[in-house]
């Protein structure tokens, strides 16, 4: 595998509103736009209205950032999947996560959430702290200050504040955030992702999504 193609871990599927990217090794951000391949490393953030959806291209996780949220994407690629993690500032995620064996980690300055074969919301403010609401599957949150967890399971949402405390209490409906890309009625698509082989061969790599 070159050196170019460990660097791609993903692909923008879905934008809404002003979203932008800073790439990795870069300074200033720019307009990020649906079709791009994202490298580990990139940071992307979103306006008050934005919203961007990410797909993994070696097992189809997703990502959904809404709005006023900045993340970096960072992964780390082998033959057969990609090591995730991503550090988010603040804002709010939509994490769906496709095999039980991904390894998966979504760090904040206050907690660290690990993730195995799950679907969940995760919404982080420097000040407040975070949540994670649970949707399906397990996830493991994790305070960075005391080393506390709590495992947040479906129906169930955890808290992790800046002061040490963790905790875990039944969903209120009212806090789960809408996902605008389910009231989409687009259709199924696709991206092309060109790589290139050890012996300067191109593979072409489809990735399709609802």
């Known amino acids: 595998m070159s050196a ?17 990217i800073m790439p990795t090794g870069k300074k200033l951000f ?7 391949i994202l490298a580990d490393g990139d940071k992307i953030r979103t306006g008050t209205s934005g919203f961007a959806a990410i797909i993994f291209i070696d097992d189809k996780s997703t990502l959904k950032l809404k709005g006023n949220s900045e993340a ?3 992964g780390q690629r082998t033959a057969a999947s990609i090591s995730k993690k991503i550090n988010m500032d603040s804002g709010t995620i939509r994490a769906t996560i496709k095999k039980q064996n991904s390894s998966f980690v979504i760090q904040t300055p206050t907690s660290v959430a690990s993730v195995k074969g ?14 994670v609401i649970g949707l399906e599957g397990i996830v493991s949150l994790k305070n960075i200050d005391t080393g506390q967890d709590v495992d947040v399971v479906q129906g169930m949402s955890g808290i992790s504040t800046p002061d040490g405390d963790v905790g875990v209490e039944e969903t209120v409906a009212s806090s789960i955030p809408t996902d605008p890309s389910e009231s989409s009625e687009d259709g199924p698509s696709q991206f092309k992702i060109y790589l290139e082989g ?13």
Do not use: C
Request: aromatic share 6%; net charge positive.
């Open 72 to 74: 970096v994407i960072t």
């Open 198 to 210: 050890p012996n300067g061969t191109q593979k072409v790599m489809v990735i399709e999504y609802q």
């Open 118 to 131: 799950t679907d969940f919301w995760l919404l982080t403010d420097p000040d407040k702290g975070d949540q």
């Open 30 to 36: 720019s307009k990020l736009k649906a079709g791009s």
């Open 4 to 20: 170019a193609n460990a660097n791609k871990i993903a692909v923008v599927t879905k934008v809404k509103g002003m979203v932008e």
